[in-house]
């Protein structure tokens, strides 16, 4: 880090993924050298940001970055475009203030999610703690962070998080040994050890009810179950999601979670240190595009991976307890916390925290927080909750997001609302086309298609990527855009409209971007024709098949279906 170069070395860029920073270049600048730059993914479990933190990424992206935020989704918010020189002192600046980058990215365990909706019931409360908790019982505990960025010398405060489960006693937890093999005999990482884990690691918890934050594509989901009092009982536990894959690979795929079991609240957190710990064992470390976590468990089956966590554990799982159906909201728009105060779920398309034009979101955040000392919740779906406002300033906080060109919920398209994507060109350097830039323009497309059908009522849940390793989580999706190629997408059908259970199925491959409607038309058109009453147009994808809707788009006419 202390040298000249603005760029740094591939061992040097591995390591730096386990500070929550990727190595980046622009790749349509041509003629000259690449210009490297850094981008910075944070680590706040739960998604709060804290008004001083907010006001400060906001200068840090001014002064030594982009100028934009990027919300994640998972949860946080990315910097761009912070030079090598600069880097150390954004780092140092986000951990004086109480925030943290550690496990953002790199094989350990990731921001834990949870539902962004901050109600003041208990089970909302208890999902809210217990993210923390898992948060510090999986922090890496050595002090490379400090020695990098700090030189060595303690930071002004711990991470915001950390004091707020200090009663729980977590780090005793982290170091208890129950002697089956667990905690290892390691002097700095008593449970990742000297090797870390095979591949990163995705924690969730919700509440029953709730997939707001789509629980089943995480390593470990947890459940939260509460007695009618809203006493915390213990979680149901689920295992083995994840999403990324590769193009041509078969043996690389995306997979929704499956249920473990029950486990009481006292014993929480050595289950979930002895499911890591069999992912840390037992993953696979030979084939890094198999390494994830849900190979193991598909590989194993649920049975045979309950009882081999359940050796590092030392006791039986017990049975999932039934909990009331899943449902998908956003909570975005108003809605009232249980306190006394509203919260406000302000929708951002594709993420991005921008001035541009007219639109100057950014700014708007600013000026509220400024007048507010406003709280966040970030959002699942690369949206902000704006949390704690006195309903005496709804109208106020109205009128400055009219006022600096940002729509209402109602002036939001559906489609775009249910819509995400990733970053992909130019920054990304696994991207193969374009996802955040030409999303817009899809959202467009798709409505125009389903206005010519005359089903322009259908909300269909839509996801895009520019490449196959899901960071959009397309893979969960209704219906979803997968780079394959410049210009050109695999398309996905079938995920839930309520993201649970079960993953979408790939339908056609190399669908080149400027005959898509030709793709989907017989699709569409079939739904209309065949669909159940109030059926979701996932559920029907996912009800017919692949091979049901392949003959029926091979003998259908393109426009046979007209408004």
């Not at 591949?199 to 459940?223: A, H, R």
């Amino acid at each position: 880090m202390k040298n000249e170069e603005i760029f740094v070395s591939k061992d040097a860029m591995q390591i730096l993924k386990y500070h929550g920073s990727y190595q980046q270049s622009d790749r349509e600048v041509r003629g000259k050298g690449k210009d490297y730059q850094f981008m910075l993914r944070l680590k706040q479990p739960a998604g709060e940001i804290s008004p001083e933190l907010f006001r400060l990424l906001d200068d840090l992206s001014r002064d030594m970055g982009q100028g934009d935020l990027r919300a994640t989704t998972r949860m946080c918010f990315q910097l761009h475009g912070v030079r090598k020189g600069n880097l150390k002192t954004v780092v140092r600046s986000i951990m004086d203030i109480g925030g943290s980058t550690v496990g953002a990215c790199g094989d350990i365990s990731r921001n834990v999610m949870t539902s962004p909706a901050p109600f003041v019931s208990p089970e909302y409360q208890h999902a809210r703690e217990w993210s923390k908790v898992f948060a510090q019982l999986f922090r890496p505990m050595t002090d490379a962070f400090s020695q990098i960025w700090c030189d060595g010398e303690k930071v002004a405060t711990v991470e915001t998080w950390a004091k707020e489960v200090e009663h729980l006693n977590v780090d005793e937890a982290m170091y208890y040994d129950n002697g089956r093999g667990v905690v290892l005999d390691d002097p700095v990482e008593p449970l990742y050890g000297t090797r870390y884990l095979p591949k990163k690691f995705k924690i969730g918890i919700t509440v029953p009810g709730d997939n707001s934050l789509d629980i089943y594509i995480n390593d470990i989901g947890l459940v939260v179950i509460c007695d009618d009092n809203g006493e915390l009982q213990g979680f149901n536990v689920m295992v083995g999601g994840g999403l990324g894959r590769t193009h041509n690979k078969e043996e690389t795929f995306a997979r929704a979670c499956d249920h473990l079991g029950y486990v009481a609240k006292e014993d929480v957190m050595e289950a979930m240190k002895a499911i890591l710990a069999t992912q840390r064992d037992h993953g696979n470390r030979d084939v890094r595009t198999n390494a994830r976590f849900k190979y193991l468990v598909h590989t194993l089956g649920i049975d045979k991976l309950r009882r081999l966590v359940e050796s590092y554990y030392g006791k039986p799982i017990e049975p999932w307890k039934p909990i009331k159906d899943w449902k998908y909201n956003d909570w975005m728009g108003w809605w009232e916390q249980g306190d006394g105060k509203l919260f406000y779920g302000l929708h951002i398309d594709n993420g991005r925290v921008k001035d541009e034009g007219d639109f100057r979101l950014k700014t708007a955040l600013r000026v509220l927080v400024d007048k507010y000392d406003m709280r966040m919740n970030m959002s699942p779906t690369q949206s902000i909750i704006l949390c704690d406002i006195d309903p005496k300033d709804k109208a106020d906080v109205e009128q400055i997001l009219k006022d600096h060109g940002i729509l209402s919920l109602e002036e939001v398209d559906p489609l775009a609302r249910l819509s995400m994507s990733c970053p992909a060109l130019p920054l990304c350097g696994l991207a193969m086309t374009e996802a955040e830039r030409i999303m817009p323009s899809y959202i467009e497309r798709m409505r125009a298609l389903l206005v010519k059908m005359n089903i322009n009522e259908e909300e269909i849940l839509m996801r895009m990527t520019g490449c196959p390793n899901g960071c959009a989580r397309p893979y969960m999706a209704e219906l979803a855009f997968v780079g394959d190629g410049p210009k050109s997408y695999q398309v996905w059908l079938g995920g839930s409209p309520v993201l649970a259970g079960r993953t979408a199925f790939p339908y056609k491959s190399k669908v080149k971007d400027d005959v898509m409607e030709d793709c989907l038309e017989p699709v569409l058109a079939m739904f209309i024709e065949k669909r159940q009453q109030f059926e979701a147009f996932g559920d029907f994808c996912y009800r017919m098949g692949v091979d049901a809707i392949e003959e029926y788009a091979n003998n259908y006419v393109l426009g046979s279906v007209k408004a």
